[in-house]
């Protein structure tokens, strides 16, 4: 065999070896002839990884986050057509749903509006066209030149909604959406908890990261969000494109991102859904808990004619909201019609405006203790105005002056199901231990929620310490205490926390400083641990506010030494952990 024979035959074995290398490149990489799925040509993920919902801030503290998480999303997807859904932060335009076809002049990349999907919508009447509304719409001008850039093949239409768009309304607008484009991305640009601690915003996003990686529409439409109804649409969209996976990329707020445990924060919330089983998160019920409310008196007087909701003009609608159990003892009865205007520090008989659970309801107080030395103040007939007005409004209540019993019990059925016992000690408190060892037998975590001790001191008295202990002996796991209108010490005993008093939440007595100061107790529950945060209050001209700083740090060290770390872990300034 010649020379020239030989290279011949070894350029064919050459180009039938780089030909069956090429063949099995293909094979490995596309899953063909194999039980793979077949993988993603940019990143690596499987096609079969859809991917309908991306969930992002609009607060551009968090802009580099934003940025890195759309461009690795980029990398997984490639819409045709992108609907982006934020708030409308200053409530303009007359419909609750607006979108527009304005030009928009971004540096970088300048998107594409899918005017064919503008047209649709516009056509169904459910959605309006404003380009006004839409100058100075942070929710929309911060997160669409970041998409832009990041999906330069895409058109794009951006819609906001009111705050004021009723939930069926959202529902609607959400089948509308479906059937013009079931195959559009959806991306949510929502800022989370506002306004709060840092401790306090990350209770809150518990039920927001419940909310998504459980699908719930009622989580979604009570958390603690800047727009819940962004965040129904976020959850409908995902189970309408069955992709019921929620991937949690990032979950932070400015406090945190500050190593500032003070500061007004916003939370933020990065992740996406894709197909695939809802993932699994351990289960947490969040709560938040404040002292004792009274309306009548110099109260009532103070704000009668602006209005009860100015009570909590400083502290805002924000604090309580977005958790399972939202407490507070309510110090008196509430009145169907008119009531004196007495302000009398003598007058020890309360009775409380009508208009009472518009206060608690602007505050996002959920629930109510009865078992306090003044419900019976408006007679058996006026404790049971009171519970019809609560129920009227939606408000859950339990306890009685003087009766132990079922109606002691306020049950919250959330991810742990929690016990709430509510008891008026100054009366008696027989039966408890029962009721502990019943709620506790069915599996709840169970909270005793007593009115006791002596007012004004600020260390529990050895009864006091008596029945907290026999109520945990019998089960209870945790125990937190009003009536002595001053915040009480703390210790935990077998693990189990005893805060002997909240003091004065809402009050009018302005003769000291430590019955115009309080502490709200907020906290999560979860099965291995008890989360708990120290939240110190303090009355300005009646008006509840949280405090801060020096004021805030030295409140704390007086209930607790919170380095010292005895039966605790310190997580921060204000919260510690606890194992159960």
């Not at 027989?430 to 009721?435: E, I, K, Q, R």
């Not at 209870?476 to 189990?496: L, T, W």
Request: charged content about 20%; proline content about 4%.
């Amino acid at each position: 065999m010649n020379v020239k024979v030989k290279k011949a035959i070894w350029a064919v074995f050459l180009v039938l070896v780089t030909v069956l290398i090429g063949l099995a490149f293909i094979i490995v990489r596309t899953g063909f002839l194999s039980d793979k799925p077949a993988v993603s040509e940019k990143i690596g993920l499987p096609t079969s990884e859809k991917i309908s919902t991306i969930v992002v801030p609009h607060f551009n503290t968090f802009q580099t986050e934003r940025r890195d998480f759309l461009k690795k999303i980029s990398g997984e997807v490639s819409p045709k057509k992108i609907v982006v859904v934020s708030v409308n932060h200053y409530g303009l335009g007359e419909k609750d749903f607006l979108t527009t076809q304005k030009s928009w002049d971004f540096s970088v990349v300048d998107p594409k509006i899918n005017t064919e999907l503008f047209d649709s919508l516009i056509k169904s009447g459910q959605v309006g066209a404003d380009e006004t509304v839409f100058e100075n719409e942070h929710g929309i001008k911060n997160v669409l030149p970041d998409l832009a850039e990041y999906f330069p093949e895409s058109s794009f239409l951006p819609v906001i909604v009111k705050e004021t768009a009723l939930r069926e309304k959202t529902k609607e607008f959400s089948g509308l959406l479906y059937s013009e484009c079931p195959d559009c991305l959806l991306v949510s640009s929502i800022d989370f908890s506002h306004y709060n601690p840092n401790s306090l915003a990350q209770i809150h996003d518990v039920m927001s990261l419940s909310a998504l990686n459980s699908l719930d529409e009622e989580k979604a439409w009570t958390a603690e969000t800047d727009s819940p109804q962004a965040l129904l649409l976020t959850l409908l969209w995902a189970g309408k494109r069955n992709t019921q996976k929620f991937n949690l990329e990032l979950n932070s707020n400015t406090g945190e991102k500050a190593k500032n445990d003070d500061i007004e924060t916003t939370s933020v919330i990065l992740g996406y859904f894709s197909s695939g089983e809802k993932s699994q998160f351990g289960k947490k019920t969040t709560f938040v808990i404040a002292g004792d409310a009274m309306f009548d008196r110099f109260v009532y007087h103070s704000f009668k004619s602006k209005g009860l909701e100015d009570i909590f003009k400083k502290f805002g609608p924000r604090v309580f909201a977005g958790a399972d159990l939202a407490l507070v003892n309510l110090e008196g009865p509430i009145s169907s019609g008119p009531i004196i205007d007495d302000i009398s520090p003598d007058n020890l008989i309360f009775n409380f405006p009508s208009k009472t659970p518009d206060a608690l309801k602007f505050a996002k107080i959920k629930a109510v203790s009865l078992a306090n030395n003044h419900t019976l103040n408006a007679g058996a007939q006026g404790f049971s105005t009171t519970q019809d007005i609560l129920r009227n409004n939606s408000i859950l209540f339990a306890g009685h002056q003087s009766q132990i019993g079922e109606q002691s019990v306020l049950r919250v059925e959330a991810e742990i199901p929690l016990s709430i016992i509510t008891v008026n000690s100054l009366e008696g408190s027989n039966g408890v231990g029962g009721l502990v060892e019943k709620e506790k037998s069915a599996g709840r975590f169970v909270l005793v929620f007593p009115h006791w001790g002596n007012e004004y001191q600020k260390v529990h008295s050895p009864a006091q310490q008596k029945l907290a202990r026999s109520w945990i002996d019998s089960g209870a796991d945790f125990i937190v205490g009003s009536h002595p209108h001053v915040v009480q010490d703390f210790e935990i005993y077998k693990s189990r926390p005893i805060v002997y008093s909240l003091g004065n939440f809402v009050f009018d007595q302005g003769f000291s400083r430590e019955t115009q100061e309080g502490l709200i107790l907020a906290g999560i529950i979860s099965d291995k641990e008890l989360q708990l945060t120290f939240l110190p209050t303090e009355e300005i001209s009646i008006r509840p506010q949280l405090q801060q700083g020096d004021k805030k740090t030295k409140n704390i060290a007086e209930i607790l030494d919170i380095n010292s770390q005895n039966g605790f872990a310190k997580l921060s300034s204000d919260t510690i952990k606890i194992n159960r």
